[in-house]
């Protein structure tokens, strides 16, 4: 068998998430580059990522893998996907990988970013990328309250994961707020996120921003793990996995 690691980036905007669904492949990330990499190799292909994004979200940097029994040069796999693959998806780069290599489970951290777009007016340059908040958010509150998500905590509180016996425990490296051209960006680094933790917390700290709460009552939705004490699940348009760290 051999195996390629491939970097690819995407806009999510059309698609139904990163996995693929029965009733409609072509409409998901994996089933688009499947359906061109089987169609290459005259094989069923199947795509690992590094973890799978949702409706809507995008990545400037996903990391997936793929196995094949028969053998082809990294450079005519690429003009392949290039000319096969719609232009919202890019593989930017592969290679061949050790055959242990697994992009999920040889994944150590994640960074994501969410852009939010603070111009009094949306700016309709940003409006496929960034969430809009026309209101003044107050960033120090907000940075506060950033501080008492770092480390490990059980995040389930953040997360709409309906699977119960799923470890919620995560470790967050860092939360980060800069300026961008939209606004301000969120930078968010861990070691793993749930389903829509990214997001959820995103909505809790704009909470925060906006007055609605305090960064201390943060501590008490972590302690109280309980998804409807978090605040409003942001919109997917905004995120962007940023890089996938081995």
């Not at 195996?3 to 995407?10: D, I, S, W």
């Not at 139904?16 to 089933?31: D, E, S, Y």
């Not at 958010?137 to 994961?161: N, P």
């Not at 809790?204 to 978090?230: F, M, N, W």
């Amino acid at each position: 068998m051999y195996n390629y690691k491939m970097f690819l980036a995407y806009d999510g905007t059309k698609y139904l998430g990163w996995q693929v669904q029965t009733t409609q492949p072509l409409k998901t990330i994996q089933g688009k580059l499947e359906n061109v990499l089987s169609q290459l190799f005259d094989e069923p292909v199947q795509v690992i990522a590094s973890g799978r994004t949702d409706a809507g979200v995008h990545a400037r940097m996903q990391v997936a893998n793929f196995h094949t029994t028969t053998s082809k040069s990294c450079d005519e796999i690429l003009a392949y996907l290039r000319d096969y693959l719609p232009q919202d998806i890019a593989v930017i780069q592969l290679k061949e990988a050790s055959e242990r290599f697994h992009a999920r489970y040889n994944c150590l951290t994640k960074r994501y970013a969410y852009y939010i777009d603070t111009n009094f007016s949306a700016n309709p340059f940003f409006t496929r990328y960034s969430y809009h908040i026309p209101e003044t958010l107050d960033i120090a509150k907000m940075e506060a309250a950033a501080h008492h998500l770092l480390g490990t905590h059980d995040f389930k509180s953040f997360t709409s994961m309906k699977n119960k016996k799923k470890s919620t425990i995560k470790h967050i490296h860092s939360i980060t707020i800069e300026s961008a051209p939209c606004g301000l960006v969120i930078y968010y680094h861990g070691n793993g996120f749930l389903q829509h933790m990214v997001r959820i917390l995103t909505g809790t700290l704009l909470e925060v921003g906006l007055g609605h709460i305090q960064p201390s009552d943060v501590i008490g939705i972590l302690e109280g793990k309980s998804r409807a004490l978090a605040g409003p699940t942001s919109p997917s348009h905004g995120l962007f996995l940023e890089e996938v760290l081995y």
